[in-house]
């Protein structure tokens, strides 16, 4: 079956350190990956995406992620956090030129960063 | 501001209650979706409607109702719902079938049932 893995459900980080919140993924010929963010009280909203092209794709708010094939991972950085960073995290994936309704979400990470 | 609108934000209501959660879009997408999302849980795919069309229902309980009038509108009708049903249903929109197509969320409501 298609699963999207987060492993880390809290990652806790000091105010400019820099973070990774790990995404695996089940293995397929033709993915779509991405990253949403979801602060309190709100609903999604996309960070970057990956369809093609280069493997480090650098989104908004200075994150970016980098798709491995080999390790069927998409790690999502960002060199230096803010406390307006604080929110969760969810990695996706589209399996197949299937569409949007075909995303299979991750469990979701949510990032504390304190001052 | 995602183009995507859901209201109630929040809504509280009893077990023998009927209400509708309501949401409208204005992106021009021609494909809508309900989802679930409950703590320490992934997010629940609940329904997809295409073209006003519903293509997907992920055994979801028939105490959960859905209307999609026109590609901007789609509602969720609620009654005698159970307190586990308490969560964050957020409604999303994209163009579907097209190849790496993101959807764009509501904020979501937080509905709680006593």
């Known amino acids: 079956a298609q699963s999207v893995t987060q492993l880390d459900s809290q990652v806790p980080v000091f105010e400019e350190a820099p973070v990774e919140l790990r995404c695996n993924y089940s293995s397929s010929v033709s993915v779509y990956l991405f990253w949403y963010v979801q602060y309190p009280n709100q609903g999604l909203q996309l960070l970057l995406k990956y369809l093609s092209g280069s493997t480090l794709v650098k989104g908004i708010n200075g994150f970016e992620a980098e798709f491995n094939k080999s390790q069927t991972s998409f790690h999502l950085r960002k060199p230096s956090v803010h406390i307006s960073d604080t929110a969760e995290y969810f990695c996706a994936v589209q399996y197949g030129n299937t569409g949007f309704q075909k995303l299979v979400f991750g469990t979701g990470t949510r990032l504390l960063v304190s001052p | 501001e995602t183009g995507v609108t859901q209201t109630p934000r929040h809504l509280v209501m009893g077990m023998t209650n009927k209400k509708s959660l309501k949401c409208e879009q204005h992106?021009?997408?021609?494909?809508m979706y309900w989802y679930k999302q409950s703590a320490k849980k992934p997010l629940e795919l609940m329904f997809v409607?295409?073209?006003?069309?519903?293509?997907e229902n992920n055994s979801v309980p028939s105490r959960f109702s859905p209307e999609c009038p026109n590609s901007s509108h789609l509602f969720l009708h609620l009654h005698t719902l159970q307190p586990e049903d308490s969560a964050l249903y957020l409604c999303a929109s994209s163009q579907d079938r097209v190849r790496g197509s993101e959807a764009f969320f509501g904020q979501g409501t937080r509905l709680t049932v006593v």
């Open positions: 409607y295409n073209f006003k069309e519903q293509t």
């Open positions: 992106l021009g997408h021609n494909a």
